[in-house]
């Protein structure tokens, strides 16, 4: 198993691949890191050596920001846009979809699982009224 910048990478996976598996890091930013590191895009991750490796590390840790500190800017700025009243911030406060997308039907992912508002169907209604109404059973007796 490969460690790099803390994520183990899958031994038997293309290093273009593997790559994809940093948060932050997609299919062509996986080929730029390649192409100025001057490593292979077909080596597999275990034919890498030490040095390819540290080519790849060096130039991800100069021309990107992956994983945390990503996630953190990321959070930062929703955090920064809740913080003003602005109108994405209030979007993303109520889990509301934010680039403009229709709400009244659809959104469903965003927006989570239906809170049903209404009255109880009959059943329901004489169910709860039989439980009410069914006599305590009686305390047994030792």
């Known amino acids: 198993m490969v460690r790099l910048l803390g994520l183990i990478l899958p031994d038997d996976k293309r290093v273009d691949y593997a790559l994809t ?3 932050g890091i997609g299919w062509t930013k996986a080929k730029e890191v390649l192409n100025l590191s001057g490593v292979e895009e077909s080596k597999r991750v275990n034919a890498l050596t030490e040095d390819d490796l540290k ?13 945390g500190d990503l996630r953190e800017e ?3 700025n929703i955090k920064r ?14 889990n509301l979809p934010v680039h403009g997308q ?3 039907r659809n959104a469903r992912t965003k927006r989570g699982k239906r809170k049903t508002v209404g009255a ?3 059943e329901v209604w ?5 439980q009410k109404n069914a006599a305590p059973a ?4 030792k």
């Open 21 to 23: 598996l940093f948060y």
């Open 55 to 67: 080519k790849i590390q060096a130039v991800i840790e100069k021309n990107y920001k992956v994983e």
């Open 74 to 76: 990321v959070s930062g």
């Open 81 to 94: 846009l809740k913080e003003i009243g602005a109108y994405v911030g209030m979007r993303h406060a109520h």
């Open 102 to 104: 229709r709400t009244r």
């Open 120 to 122: 109880l169907k009959k």
């Open 126 to 130: 004489a169910k709860l009224e039989q």
């Open 138 to 141: 009686a305390p047994a007796k």
